[in-house]
């Protein structure tokens, strides 16, 4: 209820700090965002092997022409980080704005036009990392040119970071900077992807702001078994226990737990749903309805069901290699996402009950781990700053507080204290059903969303960082 209370307060005076901020000149700089954009896009980044020092010596062209400081900081001289500050006050603790620079590969022969080519058709702009994550880098590198031609009073500094390795390998990007660059980008806050516009229909849903994100975990199921003939089948073959094992284990409905941001999640979706999606979202706090609601979700709303507990999907099953043999060995590999406060361990051991079978053994592994960390805060006035600036840029839009079932950078970063928060640009849920969204075949973002992103991005910049005396 406080929380409900202080908004509109929060929002008031956020609009009152916006009315003294001179507004840019949005044509020109759509104009001159687009032309960077399209320049950015057209750097291939793909990870592996990165080569985002290619991205880092463009955007420290652009910075450095304006008289913005600039460090490039690098373990790999292929993949460096690219690092920028402009002073405030030293009133509060510094923002930072990240975008990474790295991309996913392509496969060139599934695309309408070529993927980096930033071709403009449409209303959309074409290629590789139009979604992911070159609108972020591309906004946040536009605010710090308006901060620093405006010359704004900051009662924090504004720190930007084009990162490294996010997409393949966070060695030579955020696991270097936050382990031996971190008094470069020690900040209270930070600004990074993970959120955005949901867009269904051509109507506006709300804005997702990330405050938390699940905890990329991984195992194995490993069965032994007697080896033999394929013309004399075996029901105690490896194959059958690990077999029923994945079914098990795949259609197992782990215990469901909110934290603050997904319980706040849920009551405010269901006020702004359909009364039929309405009374779902309500019935999951009602233990006796609450099973068969996530039985619906887990059929027609994975996404939704994710958010809900810590998630298996087994990805991988390995066995065999001729046709006539039964073999002695099969394996499974589970791609577990994590609630960030959950005990792994604890859950690894919940599995085997579950599972019930001495012959499957669950084997943890350790790669790809990120630190968990509690989620960011929903109360504060760098999230009521966002939420503002949301509302100003597109119309009053209210937004969500979200919890990630992917991984982002900012775990490292909320391990370190920062109040972290992913946003993002305005998408339709359509396109990604047409194949054009992040990581798919294609990639492509409108050209109206890109320009409210970097609007989006200012207002949040200087809700957060600008002096408001």
């Known amino acids: 209820m406080r929380f409900r209370l202080l908004l509109p307060i929060a929002l008031l005076c956020s609009s009152a700090l916006f009315a003294q901020i001179a507004a840019p000149d949005w044509q020109k700089v759509n104009e001159e965002g687009m032309r960077h954009f399209q320049a950015i896009v057209q750097i291939d980044s793909t990870d592996p092997p990165g080569n985002e020092t290619r991205v880092v010596e463009y955007v420290k062209k652009v910075l450095e022409a304006e008289g913005i400081p600039v460090i490039v900081a690098a373990k790999d001289p292929a993949r460096a980080n690219l690092i920028a500050r402009i002073k405030g006050n030293g009133a509060k603790r510094p923002l930072l704005i990240m975008g990474h620079s790295d991309t996913v590969k392509v496969d060139p022969s599934k695309w309408s036009f070529p993927p980096f080519g930033a071709v403009r058709n449409g209303g959309y702009v074409y ?10 880098l591309t906004a946040a590198m536009m605010t710090m040119l308006l901060l620093k031609r405006s010359g704004i009073p900051l009662d924090r500094d504004v720190i930007f970071v084009s990162e490294a390795g996010e997409e393949a390998s966070t060695g030579p990007g955020i696991g270097y900077l936050t382990q031996e660059r971190w008094s470069d980008i020690d900040a209270e806050i930070c600004l990074a992807e993970g959120g955005g516009v949901k867009r ?39 194959i059958l226990h690990l077999s029923r094992a994945v079914e098990t284990i795949a259609m197992w409905d782990p215990p469901m737990r909110f934290n603050d941001t997904t319980r706040y999640y849920f009551e405010k979706l269901a006020n702004m749903s359909s009364p039929q999606d309405a009374a779902r979202y309500k019935g999951l706090f009602d ?6 609601i996530r039985e619906y979700l887990a059929e027609n709303d994975p996404g939704t069901y994710s958010m809900l507990h810590t998630s298996i999907s087994p990805n991988i099953i390995q066995a065999g ?14 791609d577990i996402r994590a609630l960030p406060d959950e005990d792994i361990d604890a859950f690894y051991a919940l599995m085997e009950k579950v599972i019930n079978d001495p012959a499957v053994k669950v084997v943890p592994e350790t790669r790809n ?15 009521h700053a966002i939420e503002a600036a ?24 909320r391990a370190k204290g920062v109040q972290c928060y992913g946003i993002g640009a305005l998408r339709d849920d359509e396109d990604a059903l047409k194949g054009f969204g992040a990581h798919s075949d294609q990639e492509r973002i409108l050209e109206e ?3 409210k992103h970097f609007q989006f991005i200012w207002e949040a910049t200087t809700g957060i960082a600008a002096s408001k005396k």
């Open 287 to 292: 233990p006796a309805k609450s099973p068969a």
């Open 127 to 136: 290629g590789r990392g139009t979604l992911d994550d070159k609108p972020n």
């Open 321 to 334: 290699f001729q046709v006539n043999v039964i073999p002695s060995t099969a394996e499974a590999t589970l």
């Open 200 to 238: 269904t229909g051509g109507k506006m849903q709300y804005a997702a702001i990330q405050t938390t994100e699940k905890q990329p975990r991984a195992a194995k199921l490993i069965v032994t078994g007697p080896s033999g003939h394929g013309s004399r089948p075996l029901r105690n073959s490896a």
């Open 449 to 451: 969303s890109l320009y």
């Open 390 to 413: 949301y509302a100003k840029v597109y119309s009053g839009l209210p937004s969500l507080p979200v919890m990630a079932t992917g991984a982002t950078d900012m775990a490292f970063l």
């Open 369 to 383: 781990q990120r630190p968990g960390a509690p989620p960011s805060s929903i109360d504060s006035p760098a999230f």
